[in-house]
């Protein structure tokens, strides 16, 4: 059983920044954690992940403006978020896989004024 509480959304300015933090508990080892976003009336999708190596990967909407790191010792996966967009608003949740099952934070909302 895994757990995972995000924190950091907000209201930010169009060009603003803000970091999300998603500490994972549960579980001693957590492999790969991402964070996914679900805009009103859109699908979610998959904002950038990070393997327990550090291996990245990110969306192609937000590479150059976020950058996920993680902090094994704590279990906790960081987005830090710059130069955003209106069309950043979403909810951003945090997720991870751990033996064939999904976890999934509560969600966090980032809302982007322009």
């Known amino acids: 059983q895994v757990h995972l509480v995000e924190s950091g959304g907000g209201l930010v300015q169009a060009g603003g920044s803000l970091r999300l933090s998603c500490a994972a508990s549960g579980s001693i080892f957590i492999n790969a954690m991402g964070w996914y976003r679900q805009a009103p009336g859109k699908q979610r999708e998959l904002v950038a992940s990070?393997?327990?190596?550090?291996?990245?990967n990110y969306a192609g909407s937000v590479k150059g403006r976020f950058t996920i790191s993680r902090d094994n010792a704590r279990n906790t996966v960081y987005l830090q978020m710059n130069s955003l967009k209106p069309e950043d608003t979403a909810v951003y949740s945090c997720?991870?896989?751990?033996?064939?099952?999904?976890?999934w934070g509560q969600g966090t909302q980032v809302t982007v004024s322009s």
């Open positions: 990070i393997t327990r190596g550090g291996s990245t």
């Open positions: 997720h991870t896989n751990l033996f064939g099952t999904d976890y």
